[in-house]
């Protein structure tokens, strides 16, 4: 079983930034890889960014890609969000999401959710 816990969600202003936490408790890490996603009101769920947690491979979606970093920390079992001139259409509930790690980065299959953390970015 694999739990998560985001955080780090919160107000912020328009060129701002935020960085956005997912602790994770899994018996083995390496087994998973790791995705953001987010969910802005009335719209479908958009993949962010991904990290295979044995290599620290990445993967991102071009709409957040120079703008978004996701990164892991071993020793602490948490995996980042970096968010730099965030804009008012990046308000959003934002997931955690892990997969297993055997499958591409670019595959938006995950087997487990976190409960999400709402960001929102006044202009």
């Known amino acids: 079983q694999v739990q998560l816990v985001e955080s780090g969600g919160g107000l912020v202003q328009a060129g701002g930034s935020r960085e956005l936490s997912c602790t994770v408790s899994a018996r083995t890490l390496s087994n998973y890889r790791m995705g953001w996603f987010r969910q802005a009101p009335a719209k479908e769920r958009e993949f962010l960014a991904a990290i295979r947690w044995s290599s620290g491979s990445t993967y991102y979606a071009d709409s957040v890609k120079g703008r978004f970093t996701i990164s892991r920390d071993n020793a602490k079992n948490t995996v980042y969000l970096q968010m730099n001139n965030l804009k008012p259409e990046d308000t959003a509930v934002y997931y955690c999401?892990?997969?297993?790690?055997?499958?591409?980065?670019?595959?938006?299959?995950?087997?487990?959710w976190g409960q999400g953390t709402q960001v929102t970015v006044s202009s």
């Open positions: 999401a892990a997969g297993p790690s055997f499958i591409t980065l670019a595959s938006m299959t995950y087997t487990y």
